[in-house]
């Protein structure tokens, strides 16, 4: 009788932990990308906040990025377009990240001098950002 009941409380932590690691798993951001291949979208709010994006955007999951300058960026994933000028795609967004000019010659937004590297790991944390 106490080997059984053994069993059936291992059985039970085993059932909560693995709901516990499934919560945690859906809350989460990916760790990899599914339109930039090989970004690490874990990485991107950090570099967000360093190249100084927080200063014009409010940004899910950036702290200090509460700023309306430019567009609110909380639901980008979700976005059609970039700029209202091109298809909102990994590639897209990346050369939007690194060269604004080059898609919308007359925006506001700066060029930071955002590498290919930390553009591809911004993109991918920005594709992450829905409802």
């Known amino acids: 009788m106490m080997?059984?009941?053994?069993?059936?409380?291992?059985?039970l932590a085993a059932l909560i932990l693995g709901a516990m690691l499934t919560q945690a798993a859906c809350h989460r951001t990916p760790t990899t990308s599914r339109a930039v291949q090989g970004a690490?979208?874990?990485?991107?709010?950090?570099?967000?906040r360093s190249y100084g994006c927080q200063a014009c955007h409010t940004i899910r999951g950036v702290p200090g990025a509460d700023a309306t300058v430019?567009?609110?960026?909380?639901?980008f994933g979700e976005r059609h377009y970039i700029a209202g000028e091109v298809t909102n795609?990994?590639?897209?967004?990346v050369r939007w990240i690194?060269?604004?000019?080059?898609?919308?010659?007359?925006?506001a937004m700066p060029d930071a001098g955002v590498t290919e590297r930390d553009?591809?790991?911004?993109?991918?944390?920005?594709e992450t950002l829905r409802s």
Not at 40 to 48: K, N
Not at 89 to 93: E, S, V
Not at 119 to 126: E, K, M, P, S
């Open 70 to 75: 430019g567009p609110p960026l909380t639901a």
């Open 98 to 107: 690194m060269d604004p000019q080059s898609i919308e010659p007359t925006t």
């Open 119 to 126: 553009a591809r790991d911004i993109a991918a944390y920005l």
């Open 89 to 93: 795609t990994g590639p897209n967004l």
């Open 40 to 48: 690490d979208p874990a990485l991107g709010a950090g570099l967000i």
């Open 3 to 11: 080997q059984r009941e053994r069993r059936t409380a291992w059985a």
